[in-house]
Nanobody, 116 residues
Framework: QVQLVESGGGLVQPGGSLRLSCAAS????????MGWYRQAPGKQRELVAA???????NYEDSVKDRFYISGIDDKNTVFLQMDSLKPEDTAVYYC??????????WGQGTQVTVSS
């Protein structure tokens, strides 16, 4: 079983920064990908950023060059540094893990609100 604990959301002004974290525990040998999806009210869930255990990142086009996802560290924790935040980044951000068996696990979500 895999458990995810995520944190770091909050209220920030446009142009500000936030740092999200996600820590996975359990059968950590199963982890293949970690990252975040986000979902705004009335909109579809979309991939924000993800990283493979081998260190290959993937970013949604609108956040490329503004967000940075770390590698998965020795404690199976990943960080998402979010800079130059825009109001359209406002959403609930859900950490996720994909295992080598293609099972998917989700965190409870953290609210990111970008507003003046």
């Amino acid at each position: 079983q895999v458990q995810l604990v995520e944190s770091g959301g909050g209220l920030v002004q446009p142009g500000g920064s936030l740092r999200l974290s996600c820590a996975a525990s359990g059968n950590i040998f199963m982890i293949y990908i970690m990252g975040w999806y986000r979902q705004a009210p009335g909109k579809q869930r979309e991939l924000v950023a993800a990283i493979t255990r081998g260190g290959s990142p993937n970013y949604e086009d609108s956040v490329k060059d503004r967000f940075y996802i770390s590698g998965i560290d020795d404690k199976n924790t990943v960080f998402l540094q979010m800079d130059s935040l825009k109001p359209e980044d406002t959403a609930v951000y859900y950490c996720y893990v994909k295992t080598v068996y293609t099972n998917t696990y989700w965190g409870q979500g953290t609210q990111v609100t970008v507003s003046s």
